[in-house]
């Protein structure tokens, strides 16, 4: 089954795609490239510690050109969420993703 997203803006950053598109059920996530400064700057957060963050837990790397690296926004969110609710960070992207789409699942059944 393959579901049409809502028209939005297409946008790259190096050659990602940032959003838009077509997904189909089984496709892998949608990876949001970001710098740590942009990652901080969302977060509301320092730039050292969003770094530390990265370093310590493995954040998803998706680039490295020079001094500049691109890591998976959803996945320093999600490391973000954790350490805030006080909750263990799983230690892979992978168990990362998973733990995301299990809270969509449980967000999407507890809809009317």
């Known amino acids: 089954m393959i579901v049409e997203l809502p028209a939005l803006e297409r946008e790259t950053v190096e050659g990602f795609l940032l959003a838009g ?7 892998p996530p949608i990876r949001e490239p ?20 990265a370093s310590r837990h493995h954040a ?10 691109w890591y998976d926004w959803h996945d320093l969110k999600t490391i973000s969420r954790q350490l805030d609710r006080g909750e263990p960070v799983p230690q892979t992207p992978e168990e990362r993703d998973a733990l995301r789409a299990q809270l969509r699942a449980a967000r999407a059944s507890a809809l009317p």
């Open 60 to 69: 998803l790397k998706l680039r490295k050109r020079g001094k500049t690296a």
């Open 34 to 53: 970001i710098t740590i400064a942009a990652a901080a700057a969302r977060l509301g957060r320092p730039e050292p510690t969003v770094r530390v963050w």
């Open 21 to 27: 598109g077509v997904l189909g059920v089984q496709e």
